[in-house]
């Protein structure tokens, strides 16, 4: 088993839309959970992070954690053909110096007009 | 502010053959982490690098390896180059895992797009 599954996709959606992404984890250890975006072509660009279990909102986009569940989604609204990206979920484990990121295999979304 | 910069933007390697990638950090960072992106697999990670020591390697073999420079740019080398090494190698770089940072983020480079024939 992953340590971080991401539903894999792709998603397409229309303008407009509420779009909801989501990942599962099994390691109780990991600290911070994140969503990078990606475009095509480029590296991952931080979008949201977020340490404790609740909602984080940002703009349009709002970041779940359920660490009971073991479980991150991260939900756009009023989706626009500029967030046609790939996205991908992360989790941070930082102990005792030993420090890396366990991402998600990416979720690939279109907005189309 | 310059982002993280990595060469060459692209790399054609035939198998067995030996690669180099280079990474500059942002300024002020210490920190440098390699990830492998292979088609549908995610970022996989390689390598951290924390004020020119290896902290940490993921499950790779020992064929990849790397060493951080005394201004904190990086190198990627990877050895008896195989067809599944083919896939974007990306570099991230952070603050310095002492820099009291309760979260210390990561920024990534465009990466360096490997292509083993």
């Known amino acids: 088993q992953k340590e971080v599954e991401q539903d894999p996709g792709p998603l397409s959606v229309p303008e407009g839309a509420i779009v909801s992404l989501n990942c599962t984890y099994s390691n109780s250890a990991f600290q911070y959970f994140m969503w990078y975006r990606q475009y095509s072509r480029k590296g991952p660009e931080l979008l949201m992070y977020?340490?404790?279990?609740g909602n984080k909102e940002d703009g349009r986009f709002t970041a779940q954690v359920d660490k009971s569940s073991k479980y991150i989604s991260l939900f756009i609204r009023d989706s626009q053909p500029s967030d046609s990206a790939t996205y991908l979920c992360?989790?941070?484990?930082?102990?005792?110096?030993?420090?890396?990121?366990?991402f998600g295999a990416g979720t690939r979304l279109a907005v189309h007009p | 502010e310059a982002g993280v910069t990595q060469s060459p933007t692209h790399l054609i390697k035939t198998r067995g053959q030996q690669a180099t990638l280079r990474c500059s950090p942002i300024s002020g960072h210490t920190s440098v982490y390699w990830y492998q992106q292979a088609l549908g697999l995610g970022l996989q990670f390689l390598l951290w690098?924390?004020?020119?020591?290896?902290?940490n390697r993921g499950n790779f073999p020992p064929r990849f390896s790397g060493r951080q420079f005394p201004n904190y740019s990086s190198e990627l080398n990877v050895n008896a180059l195989e067809l599944e090494d083919s896939a974007l190698y990306l570099c991230?770089?952070?603050?310095?895992?002492?820099?009291?940072?309760?979260?210390?983020?990561?920024?990534f480079g465009p990466g360096t797009r490997l292509t083993v024939l």
């Open positions: 977020t340490y404790s279990s």
């Open positions: 991230a770089s952070s603050h310095a895992r002492t820099s009291g940072r309760a979260y210390n983020e990561q920024f």
């Open positions: 690098y924390d004020e020119g020591e290896e902290r």
């Open positions: 992360a989790m941070r484990l930082f102990s005792g110096g030993y420090n890396k990121l366990i």
